[in-house]
């Protein structure tokens, strides 16, 4: 936000419109950017999109609060719009002047104004331009701190949801492990089981999805593979195979079995991370929401 030239929107009623206008002519004078709205709005308008498209780099917003503007619907929107952040950029400003002694609405009650007449319009002219430097620098410093907090937090939560979800491989054998044959002539006496270490213990879910996996493998792989496999820390147990069926069939079928699990939870854990994220930010929001209105609201 420039501290060189301040940019102004006056709202204000239309029986209001003479003081409007020398208020602005005088801010012109003193290099002020003054935006003034000097056309009726016709039926079929959007007063959101009226406004914000005139204003949409203002600085500060100024409201003419008459007795004619307390019985404008058109002022009191435009008013309660500036007051809820939703004209123009990040950190605008609500600039009160006050016309004919009126009360003051209850949204800026707790904001120090200016009392305006046709008789002190240059006076209040220069206070106006004598205060903008410091409101800019104030918004500019609010703004920036609510971006770098934001940039803070964003950073917080990609990095503990972003990390790198890393593959599990087989390492193994677990020689010492491998069971014997029965060799008693009985159907499967001759199979036995076979551990395999895997290179660290997987996450629950991904011991799971191996399982399911292996229970139904890829599509692309038609090699033979025994019935159960089961896993257990970081080992992989195949019951009911030979040693020479793990070289020739289940070596190849467990590299494709490991790739599409290994994938599919990286994919998986990469969604959860970016939905964490997006939670996160809607719970920021939300509560910032929560602290603006509350700093608005008054109740006395």
Known sequence: MSTEVASIFISYSHADKELARA??????????????DEGELKIGDSIIERIA?????IDFFLALVSESSHNSNWCQKELALAVTGELGREGVKVLPVRVGGVTMPAAIADVFYLE?????????????????????????QQVTSRRDATGAQSRQ?????????????????????????RSDGSRGSALYRIPL??????????????????????QFT???????????????????????????????????????????????????????????????????????????????
């Open 23 to 36: 208020l602005a002519e005088a801010l012109r004078r003193r290099s002020m950017k003054v935006w003034i």
């Open 53 to 57: 498209t005139a204003i949409a780099d």
């Open 116 to 140: 305006l007449q046709e008789s002190n319009v240059e006076d209040v002219a220069d206070r106006i331009v004598s205060a903008a430097p410091q409101h800019q620098e104030e918004a500019r």
């Open 157 to 181: 939560v990609k990095s503990s949801s972003d990390e790198e979800f890393e593959p599990v491989r087989l390492v193994g054998i677990v020689e010492e492990g491998v069971g014997r044959p």
């Open 197 to 218: 270490r895997l290179s660290r213990t997987p996450p629950p879910d991904w011991a799971r999805h191996f399982v399911e996996t292996w229970d139904h493998p890829p």
């Open 222 to 300: 038609t090699m033979h593979r025994p019935g159960i496999a089961s896993i257990a820390g970081d080992t992989v147990v195949l019951n009911g195979t030979t040693m020479d069926e793990l070289e020739r069939y289940h070596v190849e079928t467990l590299r494709h079995v490991l790739a599409k699990v290994n994938t599919d939870v990286a994919a998986h854990e990469q969604r959860e991370g970016l939905q964490r994220a997006r939670d996160a930010e809607q719970q920021r929001q939300h509560d910032e929401s929560v602290r603006e209105v509350s700093a608005r609201l008054k109740f006395d």
